[in-house]
């Protein structure tokens, strides 16, 4: 049910998703300082969300609180998921969040209501990450939920873009292009370069949300605070994290699925060198012309 789902404008919608994409796009009204956290799936959603979660709401969530929300909660349940809100008709609730809002979706940026993607509309922070990591990450996941997929099928639906919200060229190319169309509005992010230095994209992810770290939080060392708390092995750990579920309409998703192991590389030990070159090939030839590798 998720691998297959229903080819729109060129990209293939979660079957359960598809009504709530549709309707974002005839129905939702950005505020200037909303934020719209995206991603492919499987690329860091979960640790965008908390950093930008923990960046944004820093005054009145102090982040090394003992009692701070990301303690206590899985980030999924700290920003709402678009998709989730317009499928289950809930838009009051993101009405009720008071400014600025953080909003997470999956869309393509094509997809994207116009507000959104034209004149002033509101900001949005895409995240991507190396292909081949984000198989390995995509079917252990969709395992979970299909026990019997295999590796090799998982990475054939990727090869044919048949994947939920696929093809993923076409899904990164959509935000790569629009961060350089309007790079005030667009930040493109990407996963290893989150964890190569991930103190200085989140003081970049704060400027861009228009919440700079001060002198003042530099000297306290905030930025760092922020990192910790937001680290792969910090939210590992966290009970909210070992236990409990996200519930979609649809599904319910245990928190634990979301941290797996947090690390690059990870696709030498599932795929031939054969099926890496295949995969880096395709996307070679598909992100050509942008500075993409
Ligand atoms: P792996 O399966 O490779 O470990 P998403 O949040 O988009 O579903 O992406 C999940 C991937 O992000 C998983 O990758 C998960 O382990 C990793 N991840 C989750 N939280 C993280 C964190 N705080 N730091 C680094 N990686 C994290």
Known sequence: QFIVGRLYKGFWLPEPYA????????????????????????????????????????DAYPPVAADHPLRRLNPHACIPFMEDIFTERQEAKLEGLPSPR????????????ETVTTGGGCKVVYICRDPKDMVVSLYHFLRRLQPDLSFADTFHSVLEGTVPYGPMWDHILGYW????????????LKYEDLLQNTGEHVRKLAEFMGRPFSA????????ASVVELCS???MKNLEANKTGATERKYISIAHDAFFRKGVTGDWVNHMSPEMASRLDEIFRDKLRGTVLT
């Open 19 to 58: 009504p709530g994409i549709l309707a974002v796009r005839r129905r939702f009204t950005p505020r200037p300082d909303d934020v719209v956290l995206t991603s492919y799936p499987k690329c860091g959603t979960t640790w965008l969300k908390a950093l930008a979660f923990a960046a944004m709401a820093r």
């Open 102 to 113: 953080l909003i997470n979706t999956h869309t393509p940026y094509s997809l994207l209501p």
């Open 177 to 188: 292009h629009a961060s350089v169309a309007r790079p005030d509005r667009v930040l493109f």
């Open 216 to 223: 003042a939080e530099e000297a306290a060392g905030t930025v």
């Open 232 to 234: 792969f092995d910090n």
